[in-house]
């Protein structure tokens, strides 16, 4: 177990390091502008506060999403590689079960996904550190937030790769499915935008456009999210049984 674990970290590193590198050179550009708004160039500039504002509620998110996606990219990338190099027909000459190959892809998937985790975290306390301001716990909230959606999402994808074989099959077969719900999903946030803007209107007619739309959002949003924060872990569990069986009976379906 340890040498199959070893074995999918070590071909993974390549493309995770690249992706290290872009999320370090991300935090610390971020993290200079933001330390410019009030002790250097950008201090002169009278709009510099708006500008930290928006680069301390906005820039978390960025730094989170680079730092999930870019641990577990280049892991995805080894399934497809395993097939090209048909290392994954030549696993079953191997004295290892299925079960074994399954365990160590999701245990590499899930300690990636918990790096990716803690260095959100990270770009959160850096971020807070450089605008002067404590860590938001509302931040940690929707940085856990994109670690039940990405995480959910990156873990199934596991059994769909080996069945799909190629990063290029998998995502075009996965738009057939999901342009109804990506359809879907924007016509609801067009409804729900123009709700808010009606009531934005009714209710706060000196506010600005975006703040008063915002503030008539937030209580909704805020929440939706609560109420995931709770079914977040149980569906991410659910959906980590879900892909040790699922995967088991793939690769045992010899797809050569």
């Excluded at 906005?58 to 995805?76: D, E, K, R, V």
């Excluded at 069986?245 to 050569?256: A, H, P, S, V």
């Amino acid at each position: 177990m340890k040498g199959l674990i070893y074995r999918e970290f070590y071909l993974s590193r390549k493309a995770v390091s690249f992706m290290l590198l872009t999320y370090v050179i991300f935090v610390a550009m971020i993290t200079m502008v933001i330390i410019s708004t009030y002790a250097g160039n950008l201090a002169k500039d009278s709009e510099n506060a708006e500008i930290r504002s928006y680069l301390l509620t906005q820039m978390y998110l960025y730094a989170a999403l680079i730092g999930m996606l870019g641990c577990t990219y280049g892991h995805n990338d080894l399934i497809e590689k395993d097939y090209k190099s048909k290392w994954q027909l030549y696993s079953y000459t191997l004295p290892v079960s299925e079960k074994k190959i399954m365990q160590s892809k999701l245990i590499l998937r899930t300690i990636l996904l918990a790096l990716g985790f803690v260095l959100a975290v990270i770009a959160e306390v850096i971020f807070s550190a450089a605008g002067k301001v404590p860590v938001s716990t509302e931040h940690i909230k929707n940085i856990l937030v994109i670690l039940f959606v990405y995480g959910s999402i990156c873990i199934i994808d596991i059994p769909y790769m080996i069945i799909m074989k190629t990063q290029n099959k998998g995502v075009a077969f996965a738009l057939i499915w999901t342009a109804p719900l990506t359809a879907g999903i924007m016509y609801g946030a067009y409804k729900f935008t123009n709700f808010c803007t009606s009531e934005a209107k009714r209710l706060y007619p000196d506010m600005e456009g975006d703040a008063a739309i915002m503030k008539v959002a937030m209580p909704y949003l805020t929440k939706w999210r609560d109420i995931f924060l709770w079914a977040g872990p149980f569906i991410l569990i659910g959906i980590v049984i879900i892909t040790y069986f699922w995967g088991i009976k793939e690769l045992k379906r010899r797809r050569y």
